[in-house]
């Protein structure tokens, strides 16, 4: 791997890991007074997906930049953006409370299934495309099997028991936090990955500069058992990963 990819992997990780970390944050701070402050929360992780998977650079995108991974990983980022116009499908006034609630049924079942086709297509896409190393290349498929677990079991502790006593209210606060539990695990994950792609890392760049700077006829530089060794241990890494 070279020091552009690494330096591209370096940048879009750190930078798209705080974007989703900052998401979080504002998502919880949304409440009370600062309820205005909930769109950001959507904008930011968003932002934060379009950079993961487009990169500073081909090299730091997280999908390789394939058409099918990028495309279903941005959209399953904007979908929760529209969720108000998918309920402006709703019947206004239909007369028959039934008509009503099959309506609603229908909307809702068409979102959530579009979502569910859109997140399995996108993690496996990312485990697919190999650019983040085994086993953090599953991380978003964990993060996709958490988010709606912890939703329902905290909707189902809510609705076990009567408001205001404590079940109900560590229903409420697991299905809040749940999800952004996950989200944050992925920002955190990002930032942790970026950072170990450090540039230090391609040893074999500085030949490049050097044929670059010393032209085809110069005699080789001299190199020890050290720049060997680190050599064989950087490939033998990169093979454990894969």
């Known amino acids: 791997m070279d020091l552009r990819t690494l330096r591209a992997q370096r940048l879009t990780w750190v930078a798209g890991g705080v974007l989703l970390l900052l998401s979080v944050a504002v998502g919880l701070a949304a409440r009370g007074p600062l309820t205005g402050l909930s769109p950001g929360k959507d904008w930011l992780f968003t932002a934060a997906v379009v950079l993961l998977v487009i990169g500073i650079g081909r090299g730091g995108s997280i999908t390789a930049r394939r058409v099918v991974g990028t495309l279903a990983t941005i959209l399953l980022a904007i979908a929760p953006m529209t969720q108000s116009y998918w309920f402006t499908l709703l019947p206004d006034n239909t007369g028959d409370p039934n008509a009503a609630e099959d309506a609603w049924v229908l909307v809702a079942t068409a979102y959530f299934g579009i979502l569910l086709v859109l997140a ?77 792609t450090a540039p230090a890392a391609a040893p074999d760049e500085r030949w490049h500069h050097w044929f670059d700077d010393a032209g085809a006829g110069a005699p080789l530089p001299s190199i020890d058992s050290s720049d060997t060794e680190s050599a064989a241990r950087d490939v033998e890494r990169g093979r454990r990963q894969d």
């Open 120 to 196: 399995v297509s996108s993690v496996v896409e990312i485990a697919r495309a190999r650019v983040i190393s085994s086993p953090w290349r599953w991380a978003p498929l964990w993060v996709m099997v958490w988010t709606p677990v912890t939703y329902a079991i905290g909707l189902a502790f809510f609705s076990a028991a009567p408001l205001g006593t404590a079940v109900a209210s560590f229903g409420a606060i697991f299905s809040l936090y749940g999800p952004a539990v996950g989200v944050a695990f992925l920002g955190v994950l990002a930032i942790v990955l970026g950072m170990r």
